[in-house]
């Protein structure tokens, strides 16, 4: 797993005003840009260590990096160990 994906903040693309009215073309161009940003990201969906347990990422296309992971990695080597069992992290006896 990649522990180093860099996660930093959104370039704001500038776009040139045509004299068109505002609600009509401006709407076209923030959907389009929105699912250009979308389409640059994927879900990727793995089975976990243990027997019904999946793990979700979602990765960059163009660096292959992993953006997000759920659960996270941490979590993810916490279920792998022999004397796991769910629930056991918090104790909530007190």
Same mark, same amino acid.
């Given at each position: 797993?990649?522990?180093?994906?860099k $996660?930093g903040?959104v370039?704001?693309?500038v776009?040139?005003? #045509?004299? /068109?009215?505002? /609600?009509?073309?401006? #709407?076209?161009?923030? /959907? =389009? =840009?929105?699912a250009? +940003?979308? /389409?640059?990201?994927?879900? &990727? $969906? @793995?089975?976990g260590s243990?027997? %019904? #347990?999946?793990i979700?990422k979602?990765?960059d296309?163009?660096? %292959? @990096? &992993?953006v +997000? =992971?759920?659960? +996270?990695?941490q &979590? &993810?080597?916490?279920?792998s160990?022999d004397d796991?069992?769910? %629930?056991?992290? $918090?104790?909530?006896s007190?």
């Amino acid at each position: 797993m990649n522990n180093n994906a860099k $996660i930093g903040p959104v370039t704001p693309v500038v776009v040139a005003t #045509s004299g /068109s009215t505002a /609600s009509g073309d401006f #709407s076209q161009n923030r /959907s =389009q =840009q929105d699912a250009e +940003r979308a /389409s640059r990201y994927r879900l &990727v $969906i @793995e089975e976990g260590s243990r027997e %019904g #347990s999946f793990i979700y990422k979602t990765l960059d296309r163009v660096t %292959g @990096e &992993v953006v +997000r =992971q759920l659960p +996270r990695e941490q &979590v &993810v080597e916490l279920t792998s160990q022999d004397d796991y069992v769910a %629930g056991a992290v $918090i104790d909530t006896s007190v």
